[in-house]
């Protein structure tokens, strides 16, 4: 395992950001930035060997800062969204930053949630570590929190993202990876023609803000049903009105447990494929929800890598994470953390090619 650090741009105060480059002995490359713990770059082989860049990221660091994509980036402290960015612990009610198109609702941590901030990263033995601290009142969230991020790639071709938080005061926790996918290589056309596999029976129903009703609903029969793996561009030109997705998937399935699991157990989420590359990637998790996000408004982000730019479906962002909204539904599980206790989620990537 090898890691490398530099300097790679500044963020808005003038404070210099660091890229962080691991790579493992068979060629694996990620490349994590200081800017919302993200990853901006992730070079993987096809099946003849050939290696490509399979995320999407941008040109200039400082293009990172407040972008709508929340490129490759952690959110918080809570990713996705709270219904007008309202919620109650202890008979106590929070008012965070409405920051979604209308104004109407909380996503991904506010304006200036965890995915538009500098973290602190450094090597700690064959990981990369960030921390971010987060004051009392910050959006809106109570309690001054401590966040931590691990990437560590493993020679078995693996990328595991360990998850950890501790709290002064009652508060909510929801953190997540926001890397958007193309196995094809980044800028080479759309996700349409990727295959994927969601492990779940159900998916969350939600209104046309995409907040969630408290419902869980059935996938057979629905757009939904990716039980079976199928192409993601097959069902998605579906009556999405009558699911209230507009112009594609961005919703959150409810991953299938095991009764047997314990809250640490990670257990398999996702796999996306390309039959032309022969790229796969599995996806495990201890968390109980995926959301699928098919890069419905990437059009007009800022320019990608190597001059490209990118449009609508050149993407998919798997994010394991709680159930959207939960502080506002007592039958989705909690994401209230205490004083006294650590909130510990992972998601494992496994990288592996078809013949």
């Known amino acids: ?23 493992n002995e068979h060629g694996l490359r990620v490349q994590l930035s200081e800017i919302g713990a993200g990853i901006v770059s992730l070079m993987t082989p096809d099946r003849d060997g050939r290696m490509a860049d399979i995320v999407l990221g941008y040109a200039k660091p400082e293009d990172y800062f ?13 990713a996705n969204r709270i219904a007008h960015g309202r919620f109650s612990i202890d008979d106590e009610t929070y008012q965070l930053d409405l920051n979604t198109a209308a104004g ?4 991904h941590g506010g304006a200036l949630g965890f995915a538009n901030r500098k973290w602190n990263g450094e090597v700690v033995d064959d990981s990369v570590v960030f921390t971010y601290a987060a004051a009392d009142g910050e959006q809106g969230y109570p309690g001054n929190l401590i966040a931590m991020v691990r990437y560590t ?16 005061k009652p508060t909510i926790v929801n953190l997540t990876n926001h890397t958007y996918f193309n196995l094809k290589g980044e ?19 939600t209104d046309q803000d995409l907040i969630p009703t408290g419902k869980m609903l059935p996938v057979a029969g629905t757009p939904m049903d990716f039980l079976e793996e199928k192409l993601i ?12 997705f507009g112009k594609g998937y961005d919703s959150c399935w409810v991953l299938d447990t095991d009764k047997e699991d314990d809250d640490d157990s990670l257990r398999m989420a996702a796999v996306l494929s390309h039959e032309g590359t022969g790229r796969v990637v599995g996806i495990a998790t201890n968390q109980p929800g995926l959301q699928v996000y098919t890069g419905n408004w990437l059009e007009g982000c800022p320019s990608g890598k190597n001059g490209h730019l990118y449009h609508d479906y050149d993407g998919v962002a798997l994010e394991c994470q709680a159930l959207p909204d939960a502080p ?6 909690s994401t209230i953390l205490r004083p006294g206790e650590t909130y510990k989620k ?5 990288f592996l090619t078809t013949l």
């Open 1 to 23: 395992m090898h890691i490398e650090t530099k300097i790679w741009g500044k963020d808005p105060e003038g404070v210099d950001v660091r890229l962080f480059t691991i790579a």
């Open 66 to 78: 407040g972008d709508g994509p929340c490129m490759g980036k952690v959110p918080g402290r809570s």
């Open 104 to 107: 109407k609702h909380h996503l």
């Open 153 to 168: 790639l493993l020679e078995t071709n693996a990328l595991q993202v360990d998850m950890q938080a501790t709290t002064d």
């Open 187 to 205: 800028g080479v056309g759309d996700v349409l023609d990727h295959h994927l596999r969601i492990y779940a029976e159900q998916y969350l129903d």
């Open 233 to 244: 561009g097959q069902d998605i030109r579906a009556d999405f009105d009558a699911l209230r």
């Open 328 to 333: 506002n539904h007592a039958n989705f599980p």
């Open 346 to 350: 992972s998601i494992k990537f496994y």
